[in-house]
């Protein structure tokens, strides 16, 4: 028996059925705009000197985590700043590099360093804190003598 202004059962299920595909697409579509928002903003690429000079046009404005080492003699300081230009290189490939701000204590001529920035067409730009120099090799076990075990 059919009362008036009441669905039939098929009717409701199919209704019910839509609202939660409805919202499962939903849902789908905002957390994937989510995550590539996220993503898309944070997303960086590590590359070596020598990789990207290869083709610098192709990673200009881009985001980089470029590693080489500091070119003997090339580090200059403007006076009474901490404005910074120096060259990097990997593989015979090198760049210009320019920084503003406190260097760690262990940047120096051929330290081996990973700068975060982006690349312009007048060298590598580096954001701030975006300098981390590596340790030198002062601190690694010399060659031949071998480490002891704590024992």
Known sequence: ???WGRSTPGRFMKA???KIGATVVAITLALGGLMYTTLSEGTEYYKHVDEVMVEPAA???KRLQLHGFV???SIERKPDSLEYRFRIESK???VQARYTGIVP???KHGSEVVLKGTLGPNGFAVEPNGVMAKCPSKYEPAKGIPATSGS
């Open 1 to 3: 028996m059919i009362f």
């Open 16 to 18: 019910t059925t839509a």
């Open 59 to 61: 990673w200009q404005g």
């Open 71 to 73: 070119v003997d003699k």
């Open 92 to 94: 015979g490939k090198v």
């Open 105 to 107: 204590d262990t940047f």
